[in-house]
């Protein structure tokens, strides 16, 4: 006696992508992004909205309530993100060239209109914020460490500084002078000359350490 035949099953439906909340657009976080470092330019931290973002970005509030649930986290997760892209590791096969394009490419960078304006009012903020003082100097100090270090190490290999070269110090010296002029005193475009002769002192004093 024949056993019955086995129903075949139906064919299961093809699963759709995820829309709608789960979703979230690639192209719209990095307008959002965009829009939050010009709102920092216009009109700083403590006058910057999460409507303003949204309107700048062309974006609804709900879309950057899906991705950040206040204005804080968003700022602390872009000024963290900054020290993980950090700065590009100069490679020209000497100290002093290091040197003087780390500082060419940190000179503009710090002289662009929305960092000029937005690194002090952070540092401001963060004198009332524990958060945002913990994330900005995550992202200048750390963002600076891995160049510097690795600037170091290249030239101790060289035999250019001694291989006990304090490395703390070293960063210090290496970073401090851009920073005090732009963010500290909010100088000028450094004169004519000024990173040339900045590269040459700090290359002796790191030959000094």
């Known amino acids: 006696m024949s056993q019955p035949e086995t129903p075949t099953p139906p064919p299961q439906p093809r699963r759709r992508p995820p ?13 959002i992004r965009a829009a939050v470092f010009g709102e920092l ?12 973002i949204a309107r700048r970005a062309g974006v609804g509030k709900t879309a ?3 991705r950040w649930r206040s204005k804080l986290h968003l700022v602390l997760d872009l000024v963290s993100a900054i020290a993980v892209q950090g700065l590009p590791a100069p490679d020209t096969g000497t100290l002093e060239g290091d040197l003087r394009l780390l500082y060419e490419v ?16 952070l540092q401001a903020e963060a004198a009332r914020n524990p958060e945002i ?12 460490a891995g160049v ?25 010296l290496m970073s401090g002078p851009l920073y005090w002029r732009a963010v500290v005193i909010r100088g000028p475009k450094p004169p ?11 290359a002796a004093a790191l030959r000094a350490l």
Do not use: F, W
């Open 19 to 31: 829309a709608g909340a789960a979703v979230l657009r690639e192209d719209v976080t990095e307008a």
């Open 41 to 52: 330019a216009a009109v700083g931290y403590a006058r910057m909205s999460i409507e303003g």
């Open 64 to 66: 950057v309530y899906r």
């Open 106 to 121: 940190t000179s503009r960078a710090l002289r662009h209109p929305v960092a000029s304006q937005v690194v002090p009012d």
């Open 133 to 144: 003082a913990e994330a900005l100097q995550k992202a200048l100090r750390e963002g600076q």
């Open 148 to 172: 510097a270090n690795g600037i170091v190490e290249a030239a101790r290999a060289r035999g250019e500084i001694r291989a006990d070269a304090d490395g703390e110090l070293a960063l210090d």
């Open 192 to 202: 004519k000359g000024y990173l040339e002769s900045l590269t040459r002192a700090t």
